[in-house]
Structures are given as structure tokens and as C-alpha cells.
């Protein structure tokens, strides 16, 4: 077994099982991901990435199945459980405030506070230091921390929200159709981002419809349907007609 071979998965789901009522959307999924790699899940709408995607980052809790990050097993009940080990996620909605600054954004719901006991102020400072340094890290192109994000590109929104995700310690970061709302230029420099967190030994989950995007970023790759993974390719034998026919139901895979 070589080096590459040896690496062991960051993050495994296996068996997961999700119902909602009568309806179950998933169906015994199970999926990989390992630091250092970008592993793609791709399949049609109703396929069950999303709902995959919410039992990992805690908003549902899988009927079935189980979880581990590290080996160790976990059970998330909310989205807050799920940072704490941490996963982040990159929405295609990016889940931005618009009338807040780029280091605001960068600390939602994640504010540093100085003082002692009841008396404490926000850091203001201290979050604008960290926030450039975050954005310094990643070589994100974007204005200073103190602009507002309304006035930002579509590339540079996408990656101040690529920044929120890989900024807090983060071992797996999730990009659900991280590209889908931008130019060919911004788009270039969006994968260029997500290569960067693979290259800084971060797993990358990508949820994807851009097969041609996914050929040229994926080690990896799982197609579902159904509620199931119906097929799992290595990076030799990704191509765009080849992931088609996967998930179409043209070719199954053997």
C-alpha cells in the first residue's frame, strides 16, 4: 500500500438513513472525504445531497446510519455541534449581511468580546486584526475588511464566504454550487479558492451540477439517486459524459 493509498478518511458517513414522514430521502448513503482531497457529490435535484449535506452540518439528524470525523463517532443536534468539530458550509446563497462589513461577516455570530465578567465590549479592533490576517492567509481577493459587502463583486462575496469557512480552525469545509451565480472569471478565481483549502490540508466536500468544474477539481467523486450513492469514482475516470450517464441512470456503474 502506498503513501497516497494510506491516508485515512477525515470524515465518513455510512448507512445514512433519513425519513420525513412517509417520505425516506435517503437510503442507506454512504460517503468519504479525506484531508487534503476534494471529494464531489453530484446528482439531480431530489437525489438527496441536500438533505445528506443538512444530517452533516446538524440541521437534521439522521434516522440511520452513523458519522465519524477522526474515527470518532458523533452525533450532531444542532448546527452549532456540527462548527465544533469542525465542518463549515458554504451555502449557494452564501448567507451574507449585506449592510455589515467584510470583518463583521467574517465574525457573525462569532463576535469576541474584551472586558471581565458583565462588562464586556465588543473587540472591534482585535476582529478587524484577526479578519485581515484571515483574508491574507487565503489571498482573497477582496477590499479592505471595512468595506461594506453590498458593494462587493459576485467573486469577491464568494470569497469573503469561502474565508468565514476556512478561517476558524476548520477541518472540512463544505461548498454547496459554490460557482453557480458567477462569471467566467469569477468562477476561475472561485475554484482557484477551493484548491487553495485542499492545498492547505483541509478536506473539501463539493456539491456541484458543473461537471466540467468537478473533472478538473475532484479526487473523488459519489453519484446519487434515489436516496442512495449509486456510484463512487476515482479521479482517473471522472469526465463530464461519464458522470451524465451516472446520473441519468444511462450507465450504472458495475
Not at 446510519?65 to 458523533?74: K, L, S, Y
Not at 468580546?113 to 481577493?141: H, I, K, Q, S
Amino acid at each position: 500500500m502506498t503513501a497516497a493509498t494510506a491516508v485515512p478518511d477525515t470524515l465518513v458517513l455510512n448507512g445514512i438513513v433519513k425519513r420525513f414522514g412517509s417520505v425516506t430521502a435517503l437510503r442507506g448513503a454512504s460517503i468519504a472525504a479525506r484531508t487534503g482531497e476534494i471529494t464531489a457529490i453530484v446528482g439531480d435535484n431530489g437525489a438527496g445531497k441536500s438533505t445528506l449535506i443538512k444530517c452533516l452540518t446538524g440541521v437534521h439528524r439522521p434516522d440511520e446510519g452513523a458519522i465519524t470525523v477522526d474515527g470518532v463517532p458523533v452525533d450532531f443536534h444542532s448546527p452549532e455541534d456540527s462548527r465544533e468539530a469542525g465542518i463549515e458550509a458554504v451555502y449557494q446563497d452564501l448567507a451574507l449581511a449585506d449592510d455589515l462589513a467584510v470583518w463583521q461577516n467574517l465574525f457573525l455570530n462569532r463576535e469576541k468580546t474584551r472586558g471581565f465578567g458583565p462588562l464586556r465590549l465588543l473587540d472591534r479592533r482585535g476582529m478587524r486584526r484577526e479578519a485581515d490576517a484571515m483574508v491574507r492567509r487565503l489571498a482573497v481577493n477582496v477590499p479592505p475588511v471595512r468595506s461594506r459587502v453590498r458593494r462587493l463583486s459576485g467573486g469577491q462575496r464568494q470569497a469573503v464566504a469561502i474565508c468565514r469557512a476556512a478561517g476558524f480552525g476548520s477541518r472540512i469545509v463544505i461548498m454547496d454550487e459554490p460557482t453557480a451565480a458567477l462569471g467566467h472569471r469569477e468562477t476561475a478565481r472561485a475554484e482557484e479558492l477551493i484548491a487553495s483549502l485542499r492545498d492547505r490540508g483541509l478536506a473539501v466536500l463539493l456539491i456541484s451540477h458543473d461537471f466540467a468544474q468537478v473533472q478538473r477539481l475532484a479526487q473523488r467523486v459519489y453519484v446519487m439517486r434515489g436516496g442512495r450513492v449509486t456510484a463512487t469514482l476515482g479521479r482517473e475516470d471522472i469526465t463530464p459524459e461519464r458522470l451524465v450517464a451516472l446520473v441519468t441512470g444511462a450507465e450504472e456503474d458495475e
